[in-house]
């Protein structure tokens, strides 16, 4: 309860020259929507008790007479319930929504995923009633994973993400052919100890510093990253891209058929993106692929933190600018799933 103010009211008006941010706008102003309704009732009552006019608390918040440090004070309270409802944890059922859109993301397919748009990618109140929109996309997405398929055995596919700011980006993975090209730059820069860099590499200074280079370049970057995990890689990526494109072409049927009621569109559409989320996650789980790397991944600089599985545990949703999280909300159900999966002895 909020109490009315019974100092007397001044018939001298009084004049502001700053809007002070607490109270800049009657219509935004934390104070008009959360206390106006209660101090207006408080008004009214006392207005019912007494015959002579009284400075109230709705006056001086109308009148801009309310102090700068009571206005300042409750806006700093309001700020602050809302920056703790922010961070309060996520509900399964949000984490796992991100975990879909990040899947159906990566590759073409999800119904309501647009990814050669610039914006608008993701539309869920998109229309699907039209027979054409449906059996057309179905189609499309089927040829850009054929066309995928083929870029993976080049340079690479393109794909979407969402960043830390929540804004959907483009990024592109490396294909086979982009592969075979940096295994010849790092083997070519282990070689010449140096003296030939990938563009954007620290060139060593000294002779121990071109011994380090050398293995580095010849035996992890060339020969392990390159070749053991990078060829396999881009071997999964095409046989996703396949699976993929078998998939849209499958669902045309439904779409054509059940599809022309409002419940079939539902039905069909939630049982194919799910397909591909699975089929997303199987790619992701497989050795050598991007799971496998994240759950793995070693950081000697984070100390007990810094060991394998702990690493990928104890990572943020975002920020890491590592490539194996940086085009993935890495929340908590992503990590217990993955983690859980990659250290399964078997699997499919």
């Known amino acids: ?14 004049e502001f020259d700053v809007k002070f941010g607490a109270y800049s706008s009657r219509e935004t102003s934390p104070f008009r929507k959360i206390i106006y309704d209660e101090v207006e009732r408080c008004d009214r009552e006392l207005n019912k008790r007494q015959t002579y006019d009284y400075d109230t608390v709705t006056s001086r918040i109308e009148g801009g007479a309310l102090s700068l440090l009571e206005r300042n004070a409750f806006e700093t309270l309001v700020t602050n319930a809302e920056i703790k409802k922010k961070i309060q944890p996520m509900s399964l059922k949000d984490q796992f929504q991100k975990y ?23 539309d ?3 229309d699907q ?54 295994f010849f730059k790092d083997m070519a820069s282990g070689v010449t100890l140096g003296k030939y860099a990938p563009k954007g590499e620290k060139l060593p200074t000294n002779a121990l510093e071109s011994t380090k280079h050398f293995f580095k370049k010849i035996f992890v970057d060339a020969l392990f990253r390159d070749v053991v995990v990078g060829v396999p890689r881009s071997a999964i990526h095409i046989s996703e891209n396949a699976v993929l494109a078998c998939m849209n072409l499958a669902e045309v049927v439904p779409d054509a058929t059940i599809g022309n009621c409002k419940k079939g569109q539902e039905i069909t559409t939630e049982v194919f993106d799910d397909a591909q989320v699975l089929v997303d996650f199987v790619a992701d789980i497989v050795p050598m692929g991007e799971a496998g790397a994240r759950t793995m991944a070693v950081t000697f600089k984070k100390g007990l933190k810094g060991f394998p599985l702990i690493n990928n545990i104890t990572s943020p949703e975002h920020g890491t600018t590592d490539e194996k999280w940086r085009y993935v909300r890495n929340t908590p159900f992503r990590k217990t799933i993955e983690s859980v999966a990659t250290l399964i002895p078997i699997r499919i």
């Open 1 to 14: 309860m909020i109490e009315a103010s019974k100092v007397g009211r001044s018939s001298k008006p009084i």
């Open 129 to 182: 009633s039209q027979f054409a929109v449906r059996v057309g996309k179905d189609m499309k997405d089927a040829g850009k994973n054929i066309i995928n398929i083929f870029k993976d055995f080049g340079p690479g596919a393109p794909f979407k993400y969402i960043d830390k700011d929540g804004l959907v980006q483009e990024g592109k993975k490396v294909g086979l052919g982009g592969t075979l090209v940096s």
């Open 100 to 122: 879909k859109e990040d899947q159906l993301l990566s590759n073409p397919g999800g119904d309501h995923f647009n990814l050669d748009k610039k914006t608008h990618v993701i």
């Open 124 to 126: 869920y109140q998109g």
